[in-house]
C-alpha cells in the first residue's frame, strides 16, 4: 500500500511539475472541489426530505422496516440522482464560487499579475477531470448495482407491478423466431403465441397457441388452443391442440426485459446484453443504446458545463452574484431540458440514440466557445 501511495505521489508530482502547478492553482482546485461536495450535500438534503414527503405514507401503509427505507431505498436512492445531475451540480457549484472570486475583484488581480486567461482555466480543468472521473466510476459500476436494489426494493415493499409488455419479437435461433402479442410478468403468461422455423427462405414449421404459460418447477412452457403446421418437402401436416407441453430455448427473463433493466448493469455486461440483444432482434435496443451513451456523456458533460460556467461568472457585473446565478440556474436547466427532448426523439423519431444522448454535449461545447472567446480577458 505505501508503495502505491509513493508512487501516486509522484505521479502527481510530475504532472504539476508540467504545468507549472503553483499556490494559486491549488487554491482554485479546492475551492472548486470544496464547492462541488457542498452543493452535492446540500440539494441531496433537499431532494431526501420532499422524496420523504411524497413517500412516507406509502412506505406506512406498506410496512417497510425503517432499516430496509434507510439501506434498501435511500442509500440507493442517492447515487441515482447525483449521476444524474452532477453535470448540474458542478455548473451551480462553479458559478457560486467564481461569481464570488469576480466580485471580491480576485479574477481582476490574477489577471493582472500576468496569468492568462487561458492559464487560468488550468485547475478549473483539473477540478472538471477530477468530478468527471468519479463521475464515470459512478455510472458505469456503482449506480448499475445500487439501481437493482432500489428496484428489489420497491417490489417488496412499494407494489411496483411490472406493465404487460407488448408485441414481443426473438430471434431465438439463426433460422427460429418467436412472437407474443402480450407477456405479463407476474403470471409468467403469454397470449397470442407463435413460433416459426424457416429453411431455405421458406417456412417449414408453425407452431401457434392463444396462451402459453412457464412451468417454473419442470422447466417446460404449456401451450393453450393451438395449431401446429410442419412442411416436408410437397407434404403438408397441420394439427390442432387443446393443451400442449413443450420445451424452447426461451425462458421468462428473455421475456422479463423492460428499457429499465439496462440500467441496473454494469457498462462490460451492457456491452454484451446489447450485442446479445441485437440479434435477437429485441425492439428495445435503442433505449439500450441510449442509456449506453449516456454513461459517457454525462460524464464528458461535467466538464463542459464547468467552462460553460467559467465563461459566465467570471465577467463582474454591478449586480452582484445573484445575476450569475440566475443565468447559471437557467442555461443549466435549459440544458437538462434539451437532454430530454433529444433521448426522446432517439426514442420516438429517427434520429440514431448515440448522437441523440450527445447532442445537449455539442450544442453546449459550441456555446462554450463562443463564449470563451467573448470573455474579458
Known sequence: MAFFCKMAESVVKKIKDSLHWNILDSYILRKFLGSVTYSIMLLMAIIVVVDITENLQRFLDNNAPMSAVITGYYM?????????????????????????????????????????????????????????SCALVLANYVVPKTNQKLYEFKDTYLE????????????????SYIYLERWTKAEKTGYEFT????????????????????????????????????????????????????????????????????????????????????????????????????????????VIMTIFAVSVSSRKTRRGVGVHIFIGMGLAFTFVFFQQISTVFSVQGNMPPGLGTWIPNIL?????????RSTPK
Open 195 to 302: 413460433y416459426e422455423v424457416l429453411g431455405d427462405n421458406a417456412l417449414v414449421y408453425k407452431l401457434s397457441a392463444q396462451r402459453i404459460v412457464y412451468n417454473e418447477d419442470a422447466k417446460t412452457w404449456t401451450l393453450y388452443g393451438g395449431t401446429e403446421r410442419c412442411i416436408e418437402g410437397d407434404k403438408e401436416f397441420y394439427s390442432t391442440f387443446i393443451q400442449k407441453d413443450t420445451v424452447f430455448n426461451l425462458t421468462p427473463v428473455d421475456l422479463n426485459q423492460d428499457a429499465f433493466v439496462s440500467e441496473t448493469m454494469s457498462t462490460p455486461e451492457l456491452n454484451k446484453f446489447i450485442k446479445e440483444e441485437k440479434a435477437k432482434g429485441s425492439t428495445l435496443v435503442d433505449q439500450y443504446v441510449i442509456e449506453q451513451q449516456r454513461r459517457l456523456a454525462n460524464p464528458f458533460g461535467t
Open 76 to 132: 440507493n436512492f442517492i447515487p441515482y440522482f447525483i449521476n444524474l445531475f452532477i453535470p448540474l451540480f458542478t455548473f451551480i457549484s462553479v458559478i457560486w464560487f467564481t461569481s464570488k472570486l469576480s466580485s471580491q475583484n480576485e479574477i481582476v488581480a490574477i489577471l493582472n499579475g500576468g496569468v492568462s486567461f487561458y492559464r487560468m482555466l488550468v485547475p478549473y480543468f483539473a477540478g472538471a477531470l477530477i468530478v468527471a
Open 364 to 372: 453546449c461545447l459550441i456555446l462554450c466557445v463562443i463564449l470563451l
Open 160 to 175: 411496483h407491478r411490472s406493465l404487460a409488455q407488448m408485441n414481443i419479437h426473438i430471434k431465438n435461433s439463426s433460422n
